[in-house]
């Protein structure tokens, strides 16, 4: 490619190839000088020259400020740091300012903190679109130690997780049992359960259990926690086992010392015995 010549007016450069094929490329002679005048240091000059820089160009321009923000910053010392930090704060709200990109926008005001901005820009979003944003300020919000804008985020993500761990935080037990129906709706039964046994309703979680076909557990989890839930439970472990023809094992589970030999032969308790002495003879071997 052979160089033929920059054209101000036009803001293109024009080179041709070995069989005089001509092609011509947008260079903003404004952006460069814009670009130069920032990595000079001379902001004065740079913003005496952004209103000549074409609208369409802005984005480039807020993600070079962007990035020559972090390359600036890594360059100082720990002695330079504060220098180093405001800096980089600077060209980030020029950043800020200059970009007409709402995702890029975004961005740059979660990074300066500024989450009423993002806050603005995540409501203006449609509802499928804006779920990650609101995640994100949420999180942020979190760390700033805004504790309501942080559940606010949260539940209109429907991050149901997050948004537990902030209501145990906060000991809100009104909206814990709130969020524990909305998690059973939306089907997350494990967060439902979790909220549930926080709150110490126990009757709630042995019902959740039995109703996910959890009957077991339901009557293990009553036997420690609820001893007056126990016939509750069994009986819907007797009732999950008979419809799954398992009718011994059902006898079984109402009355385990009056039916156990039903289920269990003498051939099966030997088969259990030859076993278990296997199984402890070689782990002495080892």
């Known amino acids: 490619m052979y160089l033929l010549g920059y054209i101000p007016a036009q803001n293109r450069v024009y080179l041709a190839d070995k069989e005089v094929r ?40 807020a993600r070079f400020l962007e990035a020559r923000g972090k390359e600036h910053g890594s360059d100082y010392d720990g ?45 203006t979003r449609p509802d499928a679109e804006a779920e990650t ?28 997780s997050a948004l537990m761990l902030l209501l145990l935080a906060i000991g809100d037990r009104a909206g814990l049992a709130k969020l524990a129906g909305q998690a059973e709706e939306k089907g997350q039964n494990n967060l439902a359960f979790t909220s549930r046994l926080q709150l110490g309703d126990t009757e709630a979680c042995v019902n959740l259990l039995v109703k996910t076909e ?43 010392t009056e039916n156990l030999e039903n289920v269990w032969g ?12 296997f199984v402890a003879f070689f782990m002495f071997l080892a």
């Open 133 to 160: 944003k609101w995640k994100a300020v949420g999180d942020r919000a979190l760390a700033m130690w805004r504790f309501d804008l942080a559940r606010e985020c949260f539940e209109r993500a429907g991050d149901l």
């Open 22 to 61: 001509i092609y011509g490329y947008s260079l903003s002679l404004n952006l460069i000088k814009y670009q130069l005048a920032i990595l000079r240091g001379n902001t004065d000059t740079a913003a005496e020259i952004l209103p000549s820089i074409p609208k369409e160009q802005r984005n480039k321009v």
């Open 214 to 256: 959890r009957a077991p557990e339901a009557a293990l989890f009553a036997r420690t926690y609820a001893p007056s839930l126990v016939p509750k439970a069994v009986d819907a472990w007797s009732a999950e086992l008979t419809s799954k023809d398992c009718k011994k094992f059902a006898t079984t589970a109402m009355s385990p």
């Open 79 to 123: 002695h330079t740091i504060y220098i180093a930090i405001s800096y980089y704060l600077n060209l980030q709200e020029l950043a800020l300012q200059v970009t007409t990109d709402p995702d890029h926008k975004f961005d740059l005001s979660l990074q300066l903190d500024d989450l009423d901005a993002a806050l603005e820009i995540t409501r």
């Open 266 to 277: 003498v051939g099966d308790w030997f088969f259990v015995f030859v076993v278990v002495f």
